[in-house]
């Protein structure tokens, strides 16, 4: 493990993390002080007119229902938050900028600001990458409430989406199943620069295998896919336009001078196939012309896109013959990709063409090449091809997946819990959006089969639940909804990411690798019922009863009398 | 007009704008030439590796489908695909991560990319913030087919969102009438930071007023919006809590001593009116003491958020009584907002409560204080409030507006539609998906009563339509749908907004109010039957005849023919 060092620096707080780098700061540089809402410094200045803002506040920032009509939430983001924070401070030209559209404040306040870092914030965290549930606190922080209180919309921005997405690209490759490449194609439908570059990281932790947004590798390490486009197939004309028409063998013993011909050749061949008669005729040329081309840029690498002109008139057929060629010299064709129509039937009709060929000219393998599909897919679109029964090796999913059209927002929110020390409670009309006071701890516990039982959140003084010890359960606001539980691994949810002055040790921010692994155990561990698709099991959340009683005795307390007339 | 100058520098063409200043690079530093997919690198490879690279192609980009059920589109993102392009240069650290990304490729091929910029690419582009419709290009892109295609994903994704969230808020503006004020409060539920940042400007431009998004006021102007949020009014416990209690009167004539006492003064005064008996009995003590003190912060800017424990019984009297105390130093109080709740009975039920007041003590334009409304709003609730009949005078709106909740993304693609003066046809078993081929020529015709009638493309080298004469309007793809017009006016859409080293002049970029005031004129241009939310009236996209004849000459020769059997 790297070794960790912090210390204060004329104020702001230096950390230094692995091989002694500082914290960077957030990937986006558009992350900025700034980057909140206007009552945050509204309020702030009130804190602060009032002698207020050094009031010591702690804050929970959590969901109230999980995304997509599923019972589980994958908790992304927390890395962008820390380097929000390790980070955090004014320049003198967004003070100005305050100045100016806060005229009424009174300079000391503008002072204030220019001072301030979050070296006296503390931050907790539930581990980047953890199945997560409603209610449960996702992130805990603590810190002067003026302060806190900028830090709220910046922390729900950066946690909202990469959870929402990590979540559907989770439930993507739930549908699809382990066997499947998934493939994240989103950037050019997704919401915006960084909507597209988030995608793709968090899609990568949530289960997707690579990306084609090339940014996204180079920032993130994420492996990268992609071959070429229906403009590539229809900017040529005819096999003319192809310029060095050599190729070396794959082992590099000889070359090919003529490889246009020898791909005309086997198309040629593959026409004459009594058991391909009536399937095809002439195939489109100029896609014949651009496959051909990209198979002498790629010969390691050739997967064409084969629904430009018609599927299995033309682009299976053409394909096959620049595959056939390049198997001639030793190379592997990659594959295919279908972009439009009855994928399942497509999928299926391809597959038995490319056995066919594998029978008929004895081309081990040949049958398995990868079909890859790709046209407006999603969760639904997934579970039908699966029912239909269909020959597809990797999908590439966009839109839907990375807009998360299903559901394009998650609602994380941050509540004020404490305050000097003081719980505090927030009401609604509805009683799903009161807030759960006081500061707390969380833990989830596991049963004998080793699946997570149920997560339970106790007051920061109760004594930790203990392994093989009953404690009771209970629903936060249904007063007979409680259990006994008798645990046989209890974890620690809250991790400390950000220690502020507190002398506490810090959590590493691990690499992004470790957190898309730490989803997949995650993953893995949930009990099947949870994780369906249809009327999934949900979760169980609880308090202590401790807790339990003192919410509600500080809930009546609240809460103004009513008078019926 | 300001003055232009263009000059090549070194490769790099540097342009000028307005008072000499260089075009910015992207708002968002991410936007670099990585931004795009995968295999626009590979495809680009296998040009050049096909000597065809240089091989100069036209692209249009366009979408297929009016978002949300409508029946128009707002054309936005222009200004941040220029600023990409007039700044587009590969640095040498993203020329070793392609090179290791792509080690098939030859070294000549990164010295190509090496050496582009976008000097040889010209774009032509419907004005930012016109009202748009499906199938007619909203911009086209002339150059290197391979550099082109670099272009396709950044462009593709910066007009995307863009066009999608101002369209979205056109059709908020819509609902809520001109009367209303509407500020955008998405940030904390957009798609990540820059979803956050573009939802604030693009809203902006389809019509809302305001934002609480800081930054996006910093970077854009745009006019900021906000107060205090349910964290503020439950992190007091008393009135004693509360610092400074003197406020000088607004004139600065006096100064009051203990305005926690005015303000309970007054709230004992409402207790006791007769009118209000039976309303309420005693308030939360907590809320009166926050709204007491951010009244002392802000006594010139006042709004309070009355329903974090009881809108009627607490947070209403509460901030009257507060108001009130205002008053008597000569402040205005700016209004309330409510959060949660039956809105249109919450803000009806407080209309009666500042007008009785309003009465009672003789505050003149007490009834008419601002009532701000902010829980979930999307078009069907505003929509509904109307029906109900409500009271609020401005609504906050967050997620429903910046994540496109109701429809999360629009469909612009970039399609190949001439390589060496060659028009491109791309076909599909889905009629709607045929490209339209040719370089074009793009006109909205205007009838007598000053409506647009129709949009037409024609081949780049036919005469325009003219004024007062008559031209035929076909369907692009269904033969018996066309019509005469005689338009009294002809607008051509598509503007030089790069014009490569074609010599021709370059429209300006205009600042983003001009952008916003092109956007709501061009709204009120438009036939209501279009507009209206239930079964609008489409637009009519259309062809000249020699157009609709060439592409289905096109089409036929490029089908392949089936064998039925």
């Known amino acids: 493990m790297a070794k960790e060092k912090e210390k204060e620096n004329g104020g702001l707080v230096v950390v230094e993390d692995g091989l002694n780098n500082n914290i960077k700061g957030p990937t986006n540089p ?46 992304a983001g927390l890395e962008e938050c820390i380097r929000f924070i390790a980070n955090f401070k004014f320049t003198d030209e967004e003070i100005t900028y305050l100045r100016s559209t ?76 382990k066997s499947k490449s998934l493939l994240e194609f989103g950037l050019r439908r997704a919401q915006g620069p960084d909507g597209g570059i988030s995608a793709s990281r968090y899609c990568y932790i949530g289960g997707f295998d690579a990306t084609s947004n090339v940014e ?11 071959t070429h486009s229906h403009a590539y197939v229809s900017s040529f004309m005819s096999l003319d336009e192809i310029g060095d028409k050599s190729l070396r063998t794959c082992n590099g013993s000889g070359t090919c001078e003529d490889f246009v011909k020898l791909v005309q050749t086997w198309l040629n061949k593959l026409q004459c196939l009594d058991s391909l008669r009536g399937v095809f005729g002439e195939t489109n040329q100029s896609e014949l012309a651009a496959f051909t081309s990209y198979a002498l840029a790629f010969p390691n690498n050739f997967l064409a896109l084969v629904d430009t002109y018609d599927v299995m008139r033309s682009g299976i057929p053409n394909f096959c013959a620049v595959a056939l060629a390049l198997n001639d010299l030793g190379y592997k064709a990659a594959g295919i990709r279908l972009d ?104 989830r516990l596991y049963g ?93 959340v609880s308090v202590s009863a401790k807790l339990y009683d003192f919410i509600h005795f500080l809930w009546l307390n609240e809460a103004p009398v009513g008078e019926l007339e």
Chains 1, 2 share one sequence.
């Open 340 to 443: 439009s129509g009855d994928l399942a039937y497509l999928s299926c009709e391809t597959r038995k063409f490319f056995s066919l060929i594998e029978k008929e000219f004895e081309v081990p393998g040949f049958g398995k090449t990868t079909i890859t599909a790709s046209n407006d897919l999603n969760e639904e679109t997934l579970d039908a091809l699966n029912k239909q029964g269909h020959e597809v090796d990797a999908f590439g999913i966009g839109t839907y997946l990375v807009t998360c059209y299903a559901q394009a927002a998650l609602g994380c929110v941050f509540k004020l819990v404490e305050i000097n020390k003081q719980p505090r409670i927030k009401l609604s009309e509805d009683v799903a959006k009161v807030s759960i006071p006081c500061k707390k701890r969380c833990y």
């Open 216 to 226: 996204a590798g180079m920032l993130f390490g994420i492996p990268l896919r992609g």
């Open 102 to 177: 806060l005229p009424a404040c009174e300079d000391g306040f503008f002072d204030y600001l220019r001072s301030i870092d979050c070296s006296d914030v503390e931050v907790y965290a539930v581990t980047e990458g953890s199945v997560v549930f409603p209610k449960m606190p996702l992130l805990r922080v603590e810190g002067p409430v003026a302060l806190v209180q900028l830090l709220e919309t910046p922390f729900v921005n950066l946690i909202n989406y990469p959870s929402l997405v990590a979540t559907n690209a989770a439930r993507h490759r739930f549908v699809a199943g």
């Open 448 to 540: 004998r089969e080793g699946y997570p039982l149920v997560d339970i959140m106790t007051g920061g003084n109760e004594s930790p639940p203990k392994v093989a010890e009953r404690i009771l359960c209970r629903h936060p606001f249904t007063e007979s909804k409680r259990a006994y539980v008798v645990p046989q691994h209890v974890e620690e949810l809250l991790k400390c990411y950000w220690p502020g002055n507190s002398g506490k040790a810090r959590e590493k921010l691990p690499p992004l690798k470790e957190i898309r692994d730490r989803c997949m155990q995650q993953l893995d561990l949930m009990r099947p019922d949870h994780m369906r698709r249809l009327n999934p099991t949900p979760y169980k």
């Open 30 to 75: 558009m992350v900025t002080p700034l980057l909140t809402d206007l009552y945050q410094f509204t309020m702030a200045y009130a804190y602060w007119r009032n002698g207020k803002h050094l009031e010591r506040a702690v804050f929970d920032l959590f969901f109230r229902k999980n995304p997509f009509g599923g019972e589980y939430t994958i908790f």
